[in-house]
């Protein structure tokens, strides 16, 4: 059981440039969420998808747009990477339709590096 | 502006002490979570607490919650060099959708 599997691992982009994050969740999750984090920040929400069908914006969604392809997918694009955006990005799922309590299922982290 | 804040940002201490990180938050919450980042590594969840709890136990931990205060301690008894890792708390606020997460403590448990 895999859980929650996002690639790439790391990633170097010019200013500029664009690139898609990966996420996949075995776990059968209706809600599916991109964070990033940055020292001394904790995690901030940038976007999250309650089920199948619909994405809404987080804390820090400029710059970013998501795609929820379906159950078990859900994508970060970064269209025009800016250093700003260097940080590591995690997905992260959970079984119900949002937090409320649930167990939230992170997986290993993106760490992208824009110079 | 984070919901929950850790206190400290930053602890070392001994193997076989005891290790106490506190959480703030600012508005009323359904639950609080507390999470563990290895170095490297994505958040694993530890344990939750709802709103009408007060304390609760697993294994080694021990965590408390005063919603009068707003705040949470998590306790981690007689600690291992293993218990190093960042140590998260997520509160789940009244009426949101949303999980907000503090900024962490990172604990050094030296052997």
């Known amino acids: 059981n895999a859980g929650v599997t996002q690639t790439p691992k790391f990633q170097v982009l010019k200013t500029g440039q664009s690139m898609t994050l990966q996420c996949a969740q075995d776990?059968?999750?209706?809600?599916m969420y991109w964070y990033r984090q940055d020292p001394g920040m904790g995690l901030r929400l940038i976007y999250y998808?309650?089920?199948?069908?619909?994405?809404d914006k987080g804390e820090v969604p400029n710059g970013y747009n998501v795609s929820r392809l379906n159950k078990r997918e859900f994508s970060l694009r970064l269209e025009s990477a800016a250093p700003s955006q260097t940080s590591v990005y995690f997905c992260?799922?959970?079984?119900?339709?949002?937090?409320?309590?649930?167990?939230?299922?992170f997986g290993e982290g993106s760490w992208l590096t824009v110079v | 502006s984070q919901q929950g804040e850790e206190d400290p940002q930053a602890l070392s201490i001994q193997e076989g002490e005891n290790a106490t990180m506190n959480c703030s938050y600012k508005?009323?919450?359904?639950?609080l979570q507390w999470y563990r980042q290895n170095s490297g590594r994505g958040l694993v969840h530890l344990i939750l607490?709802?709103?009408?709890?007060r304390e609760k136990h697993s294994g080694r931990l021990r965590v408390t919650l005063d919603t009068s205060k707003k705040s949470s301690s998590l306790l981690i008894t007689a600690s291992r060099a293993a218990d190093t890792a960042s140590y998260f708390c997520?509160?789940?606020?009244?009426?949101?959708?949303?999980?907000?997460f503090g900024a962490g403590t990172r604990l050094f448990v030296k052997a």
């Open positions: 992260a799922s959970i079984k119900g339709q949002g937090a409320r309590g649930n167990t939230i299922y």
């Open positions: 776990m059968n999750h209706n809600s």
């Open positions: 998808s309650a089920s199948e069908g619909t994405t």
């Open positions: 508005t009323s919450i359904n639950n």
């Open positions: 607490i709802r709103s009408n709890e």
């Open positions: 997520a509160t789940d606020p009244t009426g949101g959708f949303k999980t907000i």
